[in-house]
């Protein structure tokens, strides 16, 4: 069964600092990794990353997938207030589409 | 360049009724998914559409299907509802969702509620 786990499940910061976001996966026939953020409505697309694009930078953030060690990370750079909220990773390949993690929750304090 | 619409907003359904949901990508795009995110189980992918076939399907009962049309709209039905199908369901679209350059882009959702 595919797998993947976002960690922390949680994370508090000051707006400023520079966070950094995992995923991991356990998934047959990787095809790609999604990153998604979601406030109260619907999830926003941030960037998909495929063995021909491991690299994705837009803005303060940036993702990097990692396929030895079958991970990626997102960063988000000084951070702003407007950076909270609840961000998912997710991992395409296999029978079952798309998989997604649980979600890191990034609250930035003033 | 219009966004993502998603058909009804909100609905009410009771146990053992059926229930249609639809989906208009935005202009291009042929690749139409859809999700269902719930508190307890997050969100969940249920299937995509690319060129009026089915590429993907998530691990949901056959109560849930869906199909696309030429124009790329697609539309999802879940027959005999259960509680359990109570959720906000999502659709997303995209113009390949299959590169690195591609992006995908959310509806607002539809709310379902099953008494």
């Known amino acids: 069964e595919d797998k993947v786990v976002q960690s922390p499940l949680s994370l508090v910061v000051h707006e400023g600092d520079t966070v950094t976001l995992n995923c991991s996966y356990e998934v047959t026939n990787f095809r790609s990794l999604l990153w998604y953020k979601q406030e109260k409505k619907a999830p926003t697309f941030l960037f998909m990353l495929t063995s021909s694009g491991i690299e994705k930078k837009s803005g303060r953030l940036s993702s990097i997938l990692d396929k030895k060690e079958l991970s990626s990370i997102l960063n988000i750079t000084a951070t702003q207030t407007g950076d909270s909220a609840i961000y998912l990773c997710a991992v395409g390949g296999g029978a079952d589409g798309l998989t997604f993690g649980k979600g890191t929750h990034l609250i930035i304090q003033p | 360049k219009a966004g993502v619409t998603q058909t009804p907003r909100y609905l009410i359904k009771t146990r053992g009724q059926q229930v249609t949901l639809s989906c208009s990508p935005i202009?291009?795009?042929?690749?139409v998914s859809w999700y269902q995110q719930t508190p307890g189980q997050g969100l969940q992918f249920l299937f995509e559409?690319?060129?009026?076939?089915?590429?993907n399907k998530g691990n949901f009962p056959g109560r849930f299907s869906g199909r696309q049309f030429s124009n790329s709209r697609s539309e999802m039905n879940v027959s005999t509802l259960e509680l359990g199908d109570s959720a906000l369901y999502l659709c997303?679209?995209?113009?390949?969702?299959?590169?690195?350059?591609?992006?995908?882009?959310f509806g607002p959702g539809t709310r379902l509620t099953v008494l």
């Open positions: 202009s291009g795009h042929r690749s």
């Open positions: 997303a679209s995209s113009f390949l969702l299959r590169t690195s350059t591609d992006t995908q882009y």
């Open positions: 559409y690319f060129s009026e076939t089915q590429r």
